[in-house]
């Protein structure tokens, strides 16, 4: 530990997670977990700049959901070290399409860190409020810990900046790896209210509101991802994502989404689903 030092890298990133919101002793902690010595952590933090009063765009205020600022109908957004190409916006459901969020280089390094670790993909059990094998999710996956390397931190700093959304309310990066006909069919990503197991699900950070998929690779044929109820699939092409937002959790956000049989080649994607408040 004693050869860790303050880069003007970490310098950078330190400051992005302020500026989305993170409270500078979460900060501090989360540094800790992923394995920096806590009086660097401390030194890194204390030393970034701290944002004048009221000029964390980022922080949710009451009311607010995640998702980029679209008022103004622009062709890019700035992701603060990368600009993101906004290719589609729908209103009901909420969906924004988004072109060249990932670099090739970062889908290719993602795809390297989570190969090794893949198992068979489980899905939330909402009666017990654990995890389960579920026959309509043929995929291997496996989570990154938040802020676990230098680049899910990176690629973590431009989805809050993007979204309008701290970073501490995001669930740890997901990989996903698809084979020739596997797929994921039509579900809801927030936690049906009327199941047992919710409200220990709700309690590590509040209700689902959002999720993003991130598409790692090109597969030849078929993998893209469906909204049956607005008659629309996107494509899985890489470096892109679909962001869509779930102001509640009822049907009625149209949000009901799966991910179609990959016909030909293989499929990698990597979601982040942004909960109400600090995930844990």
């Known amino acids: ?63 607010a959901m995640p998702g980029p600022d679209l008022t103004e109908s622009p062709l890019l957004i700035d992701g603060g070290d990368r600009q993101v190409e906004v290719l589609l916006r729908l209103d009901h459901p909420r969906i924004v399409l988004l072109g060249s969020l990932l670099s090739p280089d970062e889908c290719a390094g993602l795809i390297a860190a989570a190969a090794p670790r893949m198992e068979r993909s489980r899905t939330v059990q909402t009666q017990t409020g654990g995890e389960e094998v579920n026959h309509d999710r043929t995929s291997d996956g496996m989570f990154f810990q938040r802020g676990e390397t230098e680049l899910v931190r990176r690629i973590e700093a431009r989805i809050a900046r993007l979204l309008r959304w701290p970073v ?42 959002a999720t993003l998929i991130m ?52 499929k990698w994607i990597a979601t982040k689903w942004l909960r109400e408040r600090e995930f844990n």
């Open 1 to 63: 530990m004693s050869a860790q030092s303050i880069t003007p890298e970490l310098r950078q990133w330190v400051a992005e997670q302020l500026a989305a919101g993170c409270a500078p002793e979460a900060l501090a902690a989360r540094m800790c977990q992923a394995g920096w010595d806590a009086s660097v952590a401390a030194q890194a933090v204390a030393a970034a700049p701290q944002a004048a009063p009221g000029a964390a765009a980022n922080a949710p205020q009451p009311g």
């Open 168 to 209: 501490d309310n995001g669930e740890g990066l997901q990989v996903l790896h698809y084979r020739p006909g596997a797929e994921y069919k039509p579900h809801y990503d927030y936690f049906d209210p009327d199941q047992a197991g919710t409200p220990t699900l709700l309690a590590r950070g509040g209700q689902r509101v």
């Open 215 to 266: 598409y790692l690779n090109n597969p030849a044929k078929g993998g893209g991802t469906t909204f049956p109820d607005a008659g629309l699939q996107v494509a899985p092409r890489q470096g892109n994502a679909v962001f869509f937002g779930y102001a509640r959790p009822h049907p009625d956000t149209r949000t009901l989404h799966g991910g179609a049989p990959v016909i030909e080649g293989e």
